[in-house]
Every structure is written in C-alpha cells, then in structure tokens.
T-cell receptor
Framework: GAVVSQHPSRVICKSGTSVKIECRSLDFQATTMFWYRQFPKKSLMLMATSNEGSKATYEQGVEKDKFLINHASLTLSTLTVTSAHPEDSSFYIC?????????????FGPGTRLTVL | AQSVAQPEDQVNVAEGNPLTVKCTYSVSGNPYLFWYVQYPNRGLQFLLKYITGDNLVKGSYGFEAEFNKSQTSFHLKKPSALVSDSALYFCAVSGNTNAGKSTFGDGTTLTVKP
C-alpha cells in the first residue's frame, strides 16, 4: 500500500513552454502533498505544501507564479512549471502524506526529470 | 524549526566492512526520523524509520539505525557493506505538525569498494 506515482517520469521541452507534472496517491487519500526539487547530487529542497481544496503554501524564495500547484482532489496534485527556462531543469519529486499509527508519514513518488532546452 | 545535519559528504568503505552514515537532528517535540536511499536518476527508497519504541530500528537490505535522544543522533549502520549499497543516503526528520512535513539532510554519498 501507500503508493505514489508521478507522470511523466521525464520530459524535455523548449524554453518558454509550460510543463505539467502529476502526482497521484494510488491507494490512499492524501489531504496534503509536498513538492520537492532536487539538483544533481544535492538534497531535496521543499518547494511547496499542497493542500486539497485550498491554495498551496510556498517556501521562501519559490516563485508561486512560476510553479503553479493545484490539488484538485484527494488523490491528485499537479505542478505546472510556467514559461520554463533551462535553469528550471531539475528532478522534481512529490510526496503524499498519510496518517499512519497516529503520525503523518510521507510517501514519495519516483520523481520527474525535467530538461528545458 | 527543524533541521538535519549529515556531517559527511562522502563515506568510503571496503566491501564486507561495517559502515556508518551519521545524522543528527533538531526538532521541537518528539522526532520522527527516517533514512532514504537514492540511486542515480531514481526516486527515494525508504529504508527505515523511528517513531517510538526501541531505539534500535531495523530496516530494509540489512540496514539499521540507532536513535540516541541525548545526542540527538540517528546514525545509519550496516554490519557488512556490499558494493551494491553504493548510493546517496538521506536522513530526514519530521514532527507531528504540518502534516508530516519533512526536513532532509544534505545527503551522504556512500561508496563501497570491492
């Protein structure tokens, strides 16, 4: 149980285009999902907390107009990178939170590799 | 605020030798501690967690970790390293607020040489 998927697994796009990444909790409902960005051989940087039915909470320094997050249902959150540029190229990982034994545990998706040409 | 420190960027061990990857943390209240492994171009794989109970936690692939409250540490260990254990390891901490929002350490690259 507690499986999280991401789609696509990798995407290559031209500079100036927008890219949507989906994060789904396959066998549980997640009121909260998280989006992370990871640079090569670096740690995960939390970008935002996505709450079902409400606006996302962005971490300091993350452009909310650049990285649009929508959590329309209890099993789906989307991250849209708008007007992508080469510096947006990165590995994006989502996680979904589930209450397990009295605490909230995160389950991670497999990640999406974005390359902007 | 919560934080995690992994003081070593790189750990090198010979195959068959024991390995330790260090982690210290800071969090308000009771800590929930996790170790993950990441292979190149892959997502995170869960290894083990400490929530409550025994301080020694056993996880996947023969790994274990010891929770030490007085030293605020949660070091990852394995008695006998394998070449296939070579990967990037992350320690993470969360409290019981913010829906389990986790803070990650910077990661430690483990290299096991034959």
């Amino acid at each position: 149980g507690a499986v999280v998927s991401q789609h696509p697994s990798r995407v290559i796009c031209k500079s100036g285009t927008s890219v949507k990444i989906e994060c789904r909790s396959l066998d549980f409902q997640a009121t909260t999902m998280f989006w992370y960005r990871q640079f090569p051989k670096k740690s995960l940087m939390l970008m935002a907390t996505s709450n079902e039915g409400s606006k996302a909470t962005y971490e300091q320094g993350v452009e909310k107009d650049k990285f649009l997050i929508n959590h329309a249902s209890l099993t789906l959150s989307t991250l849209t990178v708008t007007s992508a540029h080469p510096e947006d190229s990165s590995f994006y990982i989502c996680s979904a939170s589930q209450l397990v034994g009295g605490y909230n545990e995160q389950f991670f998706g497999p990640g999406t590799r974005l390359t902007v040409l | 605020a919560q934080s995690v420190a992994q003081p070593e960027d790189q750990v090198n061990v010979a195959e068959g030798n024991p390995l330790t990857v260090k982690c210290t943390y800071s969090v308000s209240g009771n800590p929930y501690l996790f170790w993950y492994v990441q292979y190149p171009n892959r997502g995170l794989q869960f290894l083990l967690k400490y929530i409550t109970g025994d301080n020694l936690v056993k996880g996947s692939y023969g790994f274990e970790a010891e929770f030490n409250k007085s030293q605020t540490s949660f070091h990852l260990k394995k008695p006998s390293a394998l070449v296939s254990d070579s990967a990037l390891y992350f320690c993470a901490v969360s409290g019981n607020t913010n829906a389990g929002k986790s803070t990650f350490g910077d990661g430690t690259t483990l290299t096991v040489k034959p």
